[in-house]
């Protein structure tokens, strides 16, 4: 596991106009969280900008340098040449000195670095719930103390309604630690894709209505296409059995599963928490996927490869197989690989369940963390500032996802955004020399956490198919509501993780028997529930209910 550091375009003599600046500054009033706003001194204001507001362009008064925890994707490994790098230096005085950690290491070594006192300034690509476990140590700043200072951020919070969304991310002291990803819409991304050839051979042109629907489909699918292993062999298993298809299928299930599996579930009916994972709506998706490969329509082999899984979908084996919007693109260039270029293939429109037709709650995807060290830095306003700027203002946003105009992009006059043709970005140009992420660093996840954030912004990046493909699953689908946030003090939360990982395995493990028909639903489903409770999966629902009703 190798991590480098890398200081770019370096600052000079803020050290020491900070010892010089000793004067007092008063807060700026309103934001998203004023009632939690703390001054922040001159000291601590080197490079900040006086009349910095929502729409302002951040350019930091003079050069500043801030340290950097930086995800290394191997898709866009990192260059120091990187037009974005270069961007931010020359158009706004704002360099970095970078920790780069590559993405198969970054949560351990993040851990690591934040547990050892040597975080960085900004802490890059964290998830919602990874910053608990660092809040008692102090490492982390509560960034929710400086959101009077964070206007454009603020303005996005009210604009979009997603104060009580925000407020379930504070912790016991009732302060917000981490800096998610803002949407103006839910994130949906991924369904299923099939091979329309030999689902037309089968006589079917529409996609499925309901997922009870889409196993007849796969059955008639299997009886017209004999060559066929298996109407449906997935991919994304290997961490997580079956971790797309039944994160999909979830919220139209009324529950979680797959990768976004959780041992909480929040019963709006009875008001209170219940265990996710020995629920009747769990038992059902559960029991539908099993009957699928019970059918013969879906390959057992749920603990595959990705590569295995995509072989099988190319070389003609299955039909359909998990994907996203972007992944299209992939399936489309192995088919053509393999000198099949014309094969088509498409994204069903995701189909409803007993539920109903819904998408997940929440409009926060990964964020950011600031070290709490960064708070008594020279340039710590500054920092805020352009924070604020680069992941919440438009044209933060607009620069992070698109780059520059006239280098990466042309804008018509009615503001209709165009790749230059030698650039692209997933099915965008996809033959194109150069790509937008790898070659200049834009549409990067370390700065562009929510792919878009405004709906006119993910879209616009997008080709007509997938674009048409996301605006018909956001219109036609409604949003789950957000449940409401237990707030766990230190001893809750200690004794919480303690039972959360090792009920998590057992699920999984469970799910992927059950789905295989190494146990069955029908015989063995009171003695897992035995098995559950007997892990700790009743102590754990008391504690987060009693933590809400608190």
């Not at 509560?142 to 919070?157: G, I, L, R």
């Not at 960064?374 to 992941?391: G, H, I, M, S, T």
Request: charged share 25%; with cysteine.
């Amino acid at each position: 596991m190798t991590i480098t550091r890398h200081r770019l375009a370096g600052l000079a003599g803020v050290a020491a106009l900070a010892v010089a600046l000793t004067a007092c500054s008063s807060a700026p009033t309103g934001g998203a969280d004023a009632t939690d706003a703390v001054t922040i001194d001159d000291a601590q204001s080197v490079g900040a900008m006086e009349d910095f507001d929502a729409g302002t362009t951040f350019k930091a008064t003079e050069p500043v340098e801030f340290s950097l925890m930086y995800r290394d994707h191997p898709g866009y490994p990192v260059k120091n040449d990187w037009s974005v790098f270069q961007h931010l230096a020359d158009d706004h005085n704002v360099s970095f000195s970078r920790t780069d950690i590559p993405m198969s290491d970054f949560e351990q070594k993040k851990s690591l670095l934040i547990g050892s006192g040597e975080a960085s300034d900004i802490i890059s690509v964290s998830y919602s719930g990874s910053e608990t476990k660092f809040v008692s140590g102090g490492a982390i700043l509560p960034v929710s103390d400086y959101f009077a200072y964070m206007p454009n951020y603020s303005e996005k919070v009210e604009k979009w309604g997603l104060k009580d969304e925000l407020d379930n991310r504070r912790q016991a002291d009732e302060k917000i630690y981490l800096l998610p990803g803002l949407r103006e819409t839910p994130n949906v991304e991924y369904s299923v894709a099939i091979r329309e050839d030999l689902w037309e051979k089968a006589g079917i042109t529409e996609d499925p209505e309901t997922w009870e629907e889409f196993a007849e489909q796969l059955a008639k699918v299997q009886e017209a296409n004999p060559e066929l292993a298996y109407a449906m062999s997935d991919r994304w298993t290997d961490s997580t059995p079956l971790g797309s298809l039944l994160n999909v299928m979830g919220p139209n299930y009324g529950t979680a599963a797959g990768w976004q599996y959780a041992n909480t579930w929040y019963d709006e009916d009875a008001e209170e928490y219940v265990f996710t994972g020995t629920t009747d709506e769990y038992r059902d998706l559960v029991s539908d996927v099993a009957g699928l490969v019970e059918d013969g329509l879906l390959d057992p082999e749920i603990t595959q490869s990705d590569d295995q899984a995509t072989q099988k979908f190319i070389s003609g084996q299955s039909a359909a197989i998990s994907s996203n919007t972007q992944t299209l693109t992939e399936y489309r260039t192995k088919f053509a690989d393999a000198g099949q270029p014309d094969v088509p293939i498409r994204l069903i429109s995701i189909p409803a369940g007993p539920a109903g037709s819904n998408l997940a709650s929440g409009r926060f995807t990964s964020g950011l963390m600031l070290s709490s060290d960064a708070a008594e830095k020279p340039y710590f306003k500054a920092l805020l500032q352009f924070v604020d700027w680069l992941y919440y203002s438009d044209e933060g946003i607009e620069f992070a996802q698109w780059g520059v105009e006239g280098e990466t992009y042309t804008k018509d006059a009615d503001g209709t955004r165009t790749l230059k043709d030698d650039i692209g970005w997933s099915a965008v140009n996809s033959g194109a020399p150069k790509k937008l992420n790898a070659d200049f660093g834009y549409s990067n996840g370390v700065f562009l956490p929510a792919n878009g954030s405004s709906k006119e912004l993910l879209l616009s990046l997008m080709t007509e198919e997938v674009a048409a493909w996301t605006a018909e699953q956001l219109d036609s689908k409604k949003q789950l509501p957000v449940p409401p946030a237990p707030l766990l003090d230190e001893i809750e939360l200690e004794q919480t993780s303690l039972l959360q990982t090792q009920l998590t395995d057992a699920v999984h493990a469970a799910t992927a028997a059950f789905i295989t028909g190494q146990r069955s639903i029908d015989t063995d489903w009171d003695a897992y529930v035995a098995e559950i409770e007997g892990l700790g999966s009743t102590q754990l629902i008391d504690t987060i209910n009693t933590a809400l009703n608190r």
